[in-house]
């Protein structure tokens, strides 16, 4: 990190909840560098869901001022031999497991370092919380100057997170179900929308402002991704929702018996 006068940021995204965790990591953090500022994006990830996190990262992480440290940690293979990372883009670091949470911001981000942190620069490392043990002191140093390569070796490749085609990549907290799917409709288009066994009809609209109460609608969010919403409810709830399932756009065939399904998205991440 360039030193300056700015106040150093570190971010933290987790699924530990408000439990006792997210404390310890913060007074780690603290105890090397008081005048750190943490930012605290989210804590209730769904347990486990690297995906969601993934989602996150991508979407929170390009709006925050140059120089920032990115610390998240969804990390169900904590101990195992999953690397640990620090990466190093021209705007921001990362720092994290090596699970595939990285692999969505990087697409975007253009990438000059990556690092696997040897874990026997730290002391008393616990095999059952790198975050408190290895990513937080990291994360630390980081943000007072240190240099990433006085923390681990060069390496060239991250894990890939692979996205599963037409899914669900994000609930957020109004119920909204935010897909994987990229592709634009005619405003008022009818469509519809199939989930596991369900199939409903959603209208294509700008904004919310267009639909009415408890109307399903399909619209491009500001993720860019496609959101099937309820408008003023929860899709989620209705659907029995979840991260991870699968969802398809059918097309309204003229006959009204008649659906044809269209695959929407033809990139990598459908």
Same mark, same amino acid.
């Given at each position: 990190?360039?030193?300056?006068?700015?106040?150093?940021?570190?971010?933290?995204?987790?699924?530990?909840?408000?439990?006792?965790?997210?404390?310890?990591?913060?007074? $780690?953090? !603290?105890?090397?560098? &008081?005048?750190?500022? /943490?930012?605290?994006?989210?804590?209730?990830?769904?347990?486990? @869901? *690297?995906?969601?996190?993934?989602?996150?990262?991508?979407?929170?992480?390009?709006?925050?001022?140059?120089?920032?440290?990115?610390?998240?940690?969804?990390?169900?293979?904590?101990?195992?031999?999953?690397?640990?990372?620090?990466?190093?883009?021209?705007?921001?670091?990362?720092?994290?497991?090596?699970?595939?949470?990285?692999?969505?911001?990087?697409?975007?981000?253009?990438?000059?370092?990556?690092?696997?942190?040897?874990?026997?620069?730290?002391?008393?490392?616990?095999?059952?919380?790198?975050?408190?043990?290895?990513?937080?002191?990291?994360?630390?140093?980081?943000?007072?100057?240190?240099?990433?390569?006085?923390?681990?070796?060069?390496?060239?490749?991250? $894990?890939? !997170?692979?996205?599963? &085609?037409?899914?669900? /990549?994000?609930?957020?907290?109004?119920?909204?179900?935010?897909? @994987? *799917?990229?592709?634009?409709?005619?405003?008022?288009?009818?469509?519809?929308?199939?989930?596991?066994?369900?199939?409903?009809?959603?209208?294509?609209?700008?904004?919310?402002?267009?639909?009415?109460?408890?109307?399903?609608?399909?619209?491009?969010?500001?993720?860019?991704?496609?959101?099937?919403?309820?408008?003023?409810?929860?899709?989620?709830?209705?659907?029995?929702?979840?991260?991870?399932?699968?969802?398809?756009?059918?097309?309204?065939?003229?006959?009204?018996?008649?659906?044809?399904?269209?695959?929407?998205?033809?990139?990598?991440?459908?």
């Amino acid at each position: 990190m360039k030193k300056g006068n700015a106040t150093p940021i570190i971010t933290l995204t987790t699924d530990f909840r408000h439990d006792l965790y997210v404390g310890q990591i913060k007074g $780690v953090i !603290l105890a090397i560098n &008081r005048q750190v500022r /943490i930012v605290d994006i989210k804590h209730d990830v769904t347990s486990y @869901s *690297i995906r969601q996190g993934a989602f996150l990262i991508s979407q929170i992480s390009p709006f925050f001022p140059r120089g920032t440290i990115h610390l998240a940690i969804i990390d169900p293979e904590v101990g195992a031999s999953r690397r640990c990372l620090l990466i190093q883009t021209q705007d921001y670091f990362f720092i994290g497991p090596d699970n595939g949470l990285f692999s969505l911001v990087l697409k975007d981000e253009k990438m000059k370092k990556i690092f696997e942190v040897d874990p026997a620069k730290f002391k008393q490392v616990s095999p059952t919380f790198h975050g408190r043990d290895i990513f937080a002191p990291l994360a630390a140093y980081i943000s007072l100057g240190k240099e990433p390569e006085e923390f681990g070796r060069r390496v060239q490749e991250i $894990v890939e !997170l692979e996205m599963k &085609r037409n899914s669900i /990549i994000y609930i957020d907290g109004f119920g909204n179900i935010i897909t @994987s *799917i990229e592709k634009n409709f005619p405003p008022g288009k009818e469509l519809t929308v199939r989930h596991k066994k369900r199939k409903i009809v959603a209208r294509f609209v700008r904004t919310f402002a267009e639909a009415k109460r408890d109307e399903f609608i399909l619209l491009k969010g500001s993720s860019g991704y496609l959101e099937l919403d309820k408008n003023l409810s929860s899709a989620a709830k209705e659907l029995k929702a979840r991260v991870g399932d699968p969802i398809e756009i059918i097309k309204r065939s003229p006959v009204a018996s008649d659906f044809d399904c269209h695959h929407l998205q033809k990139n990598q991440y459908l």
